[in-house]
C-alpha cells in the first residue's frame, strides 16, 4: 500500500521547493517516540481485532454487504437527523446528479449497532469490492481504536454515510469572495447522541476527515463544553471576525496525528517493524506540518494577508485584518490554530499526556481549557513558528511571480521528483484541503 496521486504530487513539489528542510523540525524526544509507540500498538491491536473477526465469519458473512443501484434521486440514502440544508448547496446538487449506487454494509462492533452507506458515482462498483471493503476495514479499525477513548453512552446506534463526490475543496476564483463551507468543509455531525449520524461528502481526504468526526461524535473533544470565555481568550490574540470553534482545532490536530499514524501503519511491508513504523510516522508527521504552513500562508494570501496581520498590533495590521479577514466556516480553528499546535506537535503530545484524562480524550473542565488556550498562546509567536512562516511566504511570493507553469502530460509519472519546472501547480495553488497525505 502507498499514498494517493495526489500526496505524492504534493510532496514532489514540496521536497522539489525544499521546503521540507526550510521548516524548523525538532528531533523526536524520547517521550515523544513512546507516546507514538503507544499509539503504534494501539492500532496494530485494532487491526488484529478486525482481522481476527473477518478470519472467524468469513468476508461475505462480515461486510454484509448489500449492493442497490440508484435510479432516481429518492433512492439516494440521505441523513435523517439533518435536513437538506446542512449539505452546500453545490454539493446536494452534485450528489443527486451523479450518485449511481449505494454500498451498504452492516456491523454489530463494541456494543455499537454501526451502518456505513458508500454512495458512488462509478458505473461499476461490483468490480471494486475488495477496495470498498478494505475501506470500510480501516473504518472500522479506527472505529475500535477510538472506543478506549470514546464515552460509551455515545453513539450506540451510529449510521455513516460517505459520498464519494468527486468535488474538490477549494480557492474561491476571486479573491472577493468570502471563505465558505464549499471551500473548506468535507463533512458534517453532532456529538453524542445516542442515535447519532456521520455524513462524508468528499471523496479527497475521507479518511481523515472521517476520523475527525467520530471525535467529535464520540465526545472526545469538548465540543459540548461552554467555551466562550476561551474563545476570548483566543480573540485577544487573533483579533478577527471569526466564531473560533477552538475544538476544531483540538479536533482537526488529532484527526492529522492519527492520519499519519494509519498511514505510517499501513504503509508498512511488516506490521512488526517499529522502527519503521517510527521512521514513517516522523517523516510523514513533519511532511503534514510544512503543508500546514503552506496552506495558510496561501488561505491569508487569497486574503491579501499575512501571518502577522493576525496579531500585530501596529496600526497598518489592524486596518488590514479588520478589511480583509473573512470567513463563513471555521479558517482560523482549521488553517492557523491547528498548525500552531502541529508546528510543536511534541509538545501538543506531551500536554495531552499530562492534563488528559487519557491520551486523545479531552478532560472537560474550565481549568484545563484555560491551561489549553495558554499553550496556544505561547506557541503562536514562537521563532520556529515565525521562521517556517516567513520562508514559505517567501516562496509564495516568488510562485506568484512564477507565470510558466506548465501541465503535467502523464501524473502518474511524478515519482520521478527531480525536475518539478514542467508540474502544472494550479491544484497545487488552489486546493483547500487540510491534509497531504492520503492512502491511495
Keep these: 500500500m502507498s499514498l494517493s496521486k495526489n500526496s505524492k504530487l504534493l ?10 528542510s526550510n521548516i524548523h523540525h525538532k528531533k523526536q524526544t524520547a517521550k515523544t517516540k513512546h507516546i507514538l509507540k503507544t499509539l503504534y500498538e494501539e492500532v496494530k491491536l485494532a487491526d ?43 454539493i446536494r446538487k452534485h450528489i443527486d446528479e451523479t450518485a449511481l449506487y449505494d454500498l451498504s454494509y452492516t456491523f454489530s ?42 464515552s460509551k453512552s455515545c453513539s450506540t446506534k451510529l449510521t455513516i454515510y460517505v459520498y464519494f463526490t468527486s468535488l474538490k475543496k477549494s480557492l474561491p476564483t476571486s479573491n472577493i469572495s468570502i471563505l465558505t463551507e464549499n471551500n473548506v468543509n468535507t463533512a458534517f455531525t453532532s456529538t453524542c447522541p445516542r442515535t447519532a449520524e456521520i455524513v462524508v461528502f468528499r471523496k479527497e481526504e475521507w479518511l481523515k476527515v472521517f476520523m475527525h468526526e467520530v471525535i467529535h461524535n464520540y465526545a472526545v473533544d469538548f465540543s459540548n463544553m461552554n467555551v466562550s470565555d476561551c474563545h476570548q481568550k483566543i480573540l485577544s490574540i487573533f483579533p478577527v471576525k471569526s466564531q473560533v470553534n477552538l475544538y476544531e482545532a483540538y479536533t482537526e490536530f488529532w ?52 501571518y502577522k496581520d493576525l496579531y500585530s498590533k501596529t496600526s497598518q495590521s489592524v486596518m488590514m485584518r479588520e478589511t480583509l479577514y473573512k470567513e463563513q466556516t471555521n479558517v ?45 498562546g505561547k506557541n503562536y509567536k514562537t521563532k520556529s513558528m515565525l521562521d517556517s512562516v516567513e520562508n514559505m511566504e517567501k516562496l509564495m511570493t516568488r510562485l506568484k511571480k512564477d507565470n510558466t507553469h506548465k501541465k503535467i502530460e502523464n501524473m502518474e509519472k511524478i515519482e520521478n521528483m527531480e525536475n518539478m519546472d514542467n ?18
Design 11 to 20: 510532496m514532489s513539489f514540496l521536497i522539489d521547493k525544499k521546503c521540507i
Design 48 to 90: 488484529k481485532y478486525i482481522n481476527s473477526h473477518i478470519l472467524k465469519l468469513g468476508p461475505a458473512k462480515f461486510f454484509k454487504l448489500q449492493i442497490s443501484k440508484i435510479s432516481n434521486v429518492s433512492q439516494i440514502p440521505k441523513p435523517k437527523m439533518f435536513n437538506a440544508d446542512s449539505f452546500p448547496t453545490e
Design 109 to 150: 462492533l463494541l456494543d455499537r449497532e454501526i451502518k456505513v452507506h458508500f454512495i458512488v458515482e462509478e458505473s461499476n462498483p461490483e468490480l471494486h469490492l475488495e477496495v470498498y471493503n478494505e475501506h470500510v476495514r480501516k473504518m472500522l479499525i479506527w472505529l475500535t481504536f477510538i472506543n478506549d477513548y470514546a
Design 255 to 306: 484527526a492529522e496525528i492519527m492520519n499519519a499514524v494509519f498511514c505510517g501503519y499501513f504503509i508498512l511491508p511488516d506490521k512488526n517493524n517499529e522502527a519503521e513504523f517510527l521512521t514513517n510516522t516522523e517523516f510523514l508527521i513533519n511532511f503534514e506540518t510544512t503543508y500546514g504552513f503552506f496552506q495558510m500562508v496561501k488561505t491569508l494570501d487569497f486574503m491579501g494577508l499575512k
Design 332 to 376: 482560523l480553528a482549521y488553517y492557523v490554530i491547528t498548525l500552531i499546535l502541529m508546528n510543536n506537535y511534541q509538545g501538543f503530545l506531551s500536554w495531552c499526556k499530562n492534563h488528559n484524562l487519557s491520551l486523545l480524550t479531552f478532560k472537560k473542565t474550565t481549568g484545563n481549557l484555560d491551561e489549553f488556550c495558554k499553550f496556544i
Design 423 to 440: 508540474m502544472d501547480i494550479e491544484y497545487i495553488m488552489k486546493n483547500m484541503r487540510m491534509s497531504a497525505i492520503e492512502l491511495g
